[in-house]
Each structure stands twice: as structure tokens, then as C-alpha cells.
């Protein structure tokens, strides 16, 4: 291994560079922050200071730039513990051999040795000062460390050896100050060399130092700085589209996802202006947009009106000596895909919604569940159910029910699969069916991911909801659960679409009869008997998951998943968690918990069987019993109105009223007296109260 000059200053600036063939553009920005953040935190554990630590990212090459990477760790007093004194010593106060052992060890006599005294005993032990460790000894290991722990899919393998990365690896540079770090990472043998642009530079380079290599870089044509790169892509773009267009025009860049996949499939951007046929702006906008931005990778072009216009922006990874002739490969491609668009566009449209729902016959939903006809078919019922809880008329309903997925067995959705409910939306309409059923069709795919929008009207509500339980619970019905980070038929992604809608539309619905429902209606009979259980509890955590990033509490969540009736409501549940979020801050809220607690705790405790049934007001020993037997029984009336119309923040309040008396009870109340009559009047009593805060949360679980 080098070993560090003594020319070194104390800190200095540090570069890494791994070169390999074409990175996955979806990933690169997530592996550029992976990479970071695993060398900040090995830097942090093991005691390297630094300044600055910036990351680069372009199709080919990963890297590090650190400035001010302190040279060694900071140095050490490392006390190790040897045998306990009694064990260390005989009676005449001679070393024992166990004690000889430990000081052998450390490399020192008995002589040497301390002693150390705590609560839990003496020892003898040893106190030693470690130099730290120099940074050129440390970063090998701690880049490869970092490379292993990158969040890579699928591995390869390449050459002779058993070396696996995201892709092939062609050179790695290692550098502190000027001095390159020899060292093999992965296989690759470090050394100062990169190399440019594969074809407008494509011979190789050093870099002396780390703060030469962005400047060396963009003198051979590579922006190594993906941010840097991507507002070159918007800009240029714009200014290349404002050039052709007069300033009469704008891009579109709505997907953000977009550009961050443009900008890692560059390493030089230069935007180009091309144009389609204006007959194709017949075609359904989403049509033209899904063609040049999800197939070939281009950005539309809208007028001020936001109204698509005949042109795109396409980002090339070089500059062309005829960048004409570059325009027109991209044109010559894009006119052939929209004029298969426009070709289905026009045969689907000629085939009734009945011949497309015929066809889903022949399209297996999933092997053991059955067809899209039968999925159909299950989802015209449940919807038939759902149509009261979303005010929707139960007629339409069942009819967008029957067509939500015939546009799958449309030639435009199988060329296009992104557009599934946008062209059945399309074709509901030119089929003269009603707008709303056409919007259903649409929305009932919403929301496709997490931040994804929701459905806006009603009927596409309660159509998303239909779908995702009937694909819930014959999922688990056949025992197909998400296992670690495999979710093929996106059951996580579905359950947290149930949970979205109702709490965030506001809709109050309890899903376990939804659940035996949307069970009855598969035909066959399944193993599974615990199926319906198992979905309302996969449901359950995947609003938790939620209700966590949205900013909630844990403990919040506990108490009231806690109380929460089999029949799962995420709405009320949601509800509760802002009421009890709420009673939280309030003054009382401590006490109250700790005191729910000590109820709860008594209560666990007492096995005995209880005779009486009822309280007994004769048996109150003290004015503070007494006073609480009164107060529970005029809140009990309060609290059973106002669950009527689920106000649980004035339940809460009232709760809170209750302080005082129950803290006067445990002041002068002895519950567990020797008395059994009145012990056991005095555990009805604790078992009312428990009771009626249970009627919100269990708020001993609550964390002050």
C-alpha cells in the first residue's frame, strides 16, 4: 500500500473516477447518491474529516470530488478491559496468569496495567494511545465498500474473473493531492488516465490533480456535473425551439423523470428542432406525446395555449458535422411509429366496445384467477356495491365497470401500453357513451404511483377502489404476497391506492364486508381461508407507511391501530390520528397517558373472576372514587353522542376533563385492597374508565 508522503499537508483534495461502459440512464442518479452518501457515512465513522464532497455522473463514468480530506484520522485512546480484579491477583497479591495473559496481549508487563472501578465491579485493564490511520490506507476500502452497497438490479459478470457491477468496468482513478493511490478496486488497477467523449475525444488523458478534472473534462467534451448538464438540456432546448419557431413556441418538459433519463444518456448535450406531419395532431394528444417522449425519448413542442404543435426537441450526444441529416433519422423514425399510432388509432375505432369487451375473454388476468371478462364481471358487483357509499348512479356505474379495461385489447394500448384508460376514455366517447363513464375509465387507474393524482370524480373512485380490492384479495386468496422487494402484480402499490382515496377523498367505508364481498364473487373456492384478514392488515401497513411520511407520529398510529375495529375504516382511523395528534398537545395528555397505563397495567394483572357485574356505589370508600363514578357516567352519556357523528377531537377533550378526578383516585385509592368487594368494585371501575378512552385510542401507548 503508498504510504503518505511527508510532502503531504494535513488535508488535501481527493478524486475518484470509475469508467465503464453505457450506465442505465433510469438509475444513474440514484446510483450518483448512493455512492455519496456511503462514503459520507464511512468517512464520518471513521473520523476523516473534509470540507466539501461533490458527486459527478455521466452515462460512462461515476465520481467523487472531496476537497479538503483530512490526511489522517484524528488519534485514539483505546482502553481495553482485561479480567475482573479479584480474578487478576491471588490472595498474596501476585499476578495471576490470567492477568500475565492479558498484559502479554497488549504487549506491555502487569506493571503497566491500570485499574478501573465502576457500580458494576473492578478491573484491571489497559490504556493505550493509537495513531490514527492514514486516509491513502482507508479510502481503497472504503470506495469499494461504498461500490458494493450500490443499488444495482441485476449484476454483470464480464472477463475472466468473478468481478460484478451495474456494467463493465474500463479504468478507475484513485487520487489524493497529486499522488495517484495505488490500489486494485474491483478488479481495475487504478492510474491517473481518463478519457473524453467516446467520439468527438475519444483519446485518453491524466489528470494530474483533483481540481483539474471537470475543466479537463469539458475541454475533451464530457459535463461531468449531471446537474450542470441538465439545465444545458432545458435551456438549449428552449433556445433551439425559440430559434425555429420565432419564440412562438415552448417545450414541453412536464415529466421530470424525462429529463433526468435524457441527461443520463448524454455526456456533451446539443439539442436539435425536428418536425412531424401536421396531420397527426388529429391523433389524441396523449398519443403524440407518449410516442416522442416514452419511445424516442423527445421533448413536444406547445404553442402559448398549451396546444401541441408539429415539432420536437430531440438531445444528441454529439455535434454533428451535418446535424441536418441527424434531424431527419429522428424525423424519418418518429413519422413511422405515429403512423402506426395513427393506423390503430383508426382500425380500434372501427371495432364496437361489446367486440372489445368479447375480447377479453381470451386475456388471462392471472392463470388461477381467471380472464378479464371474469375480472369484469366481478367488478360490475362490487362496483353495483360501492355506488351508494360514492353518491354515483348505480346504473352508470355498473356500465363503465363492464368497458375499464377493453381498451387492453386494443391495437393502440398494445402498442402503446402507457396509454391503457386514456384510449378506452378516447373510445368510450367516440362510442357515444356518457362522459362520466368515459372520465371512469380514465381515472380508475389513478393513482399508478405513490405521489401519483388521484381520481377526481366519484365514479372513477369507487371503479379505482373496485379494482384494487379484487385484486387484493385474490391475490392473497392464492397466496401470492409480496415477498422483500418482489411485488409483481403491484399488491403494495394497490393497497396504498385504497388508503389514498378514502382518507383523502374523505370517504368512510369499512372494508372487511367490502373484502367478503368482493371474495364471494370469484367463483372458485380458494385455500386461503384467511385471506380477507391478512389483505385488511397488509392494508393497515401500508397506511402506516404512509400516514409516516406524511409526517405522523408513530406513537400516534399505534394507539390507534390498536383500538381499531377488524372492520378497517382507513378514513376513521385517519380521523382518530388527527384527533389524538391534537390531544397530544394538550396539558393533561402526559398524565392522562400514564395513568391509562397504570389502568391498563392493574387491569392485565388482575386474573381473578370478578362476581359483581355492576358498581356499587355503596362500597365507594372515598369522596375520590366516588367523584370519578360520577364523572364516567356523565361523560359516558356526552361521549355516546357525539361518536354518533365521529367527533373525536370533542371526545378527546372530554376525556381530558377527566384528569383531576382520576389522579384524586390513584392519590387516595388503594385499588388492590384486601377488601375483595370492594377490590373488585374498584376494578369495575378502572374497567369503565379504560373503556371509555378506548372508545378513540389507547393512549397509554403514547410516548411523552
Partial sequence: MTKIKKSHSLHNDCLFEIRTEELPPKSLLKLAASLQQSVQDQLQKTGFEYKEMQVFATPRRLALYITQLAATQPDQLVERKGPALNAAFDAAGAPTPACVGFARSCGVTVNELIQIKNAQGAWVAYKQQVAGKSIIDCLPDIITQALLALPIAKRMRWGNNDVQFVRPIHAVILLYGDELIKTTILGCKTSQVTQGHRFMAPQMFAIKQPADYLKNLEKHFVIADFNKRRDLIRTEAQACIEKKLKNKGDIVISDSHLLDEVTGLVEWPVALCGEFDAKFLSLPQEVLISAMQDHQRYFPVVDQQQKLLPYFVTISNIESHDPARVIHGNERVLRARLADAAFFYEADKKETSEVHLEKLKGVIFQAKLGTL????????????????????????????????????????????????????????????????????????????????????????????????????????????????????????????????????????????????????????????????????????????????????????????????????????????????????????????????????????????KIAASHLQPDLFEHAAEKLLAQQLELKNKIITQLQNTNDYNQILLQLAELRQPIDDFFDHVMVMTEDKSRRENRILLLTQLRFLFLQVADIALLQS
Fill in 373 to 608: 371478462y371474469e375480472k369484469a364481471e366481478r367488478l360490475n358487483k362490487l362496483t353495483a356495491t360501492l355506488a351508494t357509499v360514492f353518491h354515483v348512479d348505480k346504473i352508470l356505474a355498473e356500465r363503465a365497470a363492464w368497458l375499464v379495461k377493453t381498451d387492453l385489447t386494443s391495437q393502440m394500448v398494445g402498442e402503446f401500453p402507457e396509454l391503457q384508460g386514456v384510449m378506452g376514455r378516447y373510445y368510450a366517447l367516440l362510442a357515444g357513451k356518457p362522459a362520466d363513464i368515459a372520465d371512469a375509465i380514465r381515472e380508475h387507474y389513478l393513482p399508478r404511483f405513490a405521489s401519483d393524482d388521484l381520481p377526481q370524480h366519484a365514479m372513477g373512485q369507487a371503479l379505482a377502489l373496485a379494482d384494487r380490492i379484487d385484486t387484493l384479495i385474490g391475490m392473497f386468496a392464492i397466496n401470492q404476497l409480496p415477498t422483500g422487494d418482489k411485488d409483481p402484480f403491484g399488491l403494495r402499490r394497490a393497497a396504498l391506492g385504497v388508503v389514498r382515496i378514502l382518507i383523502e377523498k374523505k370517504i368512510s367505508l369499512d372494508l372487511k364486508p367490502l373484502l367478503a364481498q368482493a371474495l364471494m364473487y370469484y367463483p372458485m373456492t380458494f385455500d386461503n381461508k384467511n385471506a380477507a384478514t391478512q389483505v385488511l392488515h397488509f392494508i393497515q401497513e401500508r397506511m402506516r407507511a404512509w400516514y409516516l411520511e406524511q409526517g405522523g407520529l408513530p406513537d400516534v398510529f399505534a394507539a390507534v391501530a390498536a383500538v381499531s375495529p377488524l372492520e378497517l375504516n382507513p378514513y376513521d382511523m385517519y380521523q382518530r390520528m388527527q384527533a389524538v395528534l391534537a390531544f397530544k398537545q394538550l396539558k393533561a395528555a402526559d398524565s392522562l397517558s400514564a395513568a391509562n397505563k397504570r389502568v391498563s397495567n392493574i387491569l392485565t394483572k388482575y386474573t381473578e
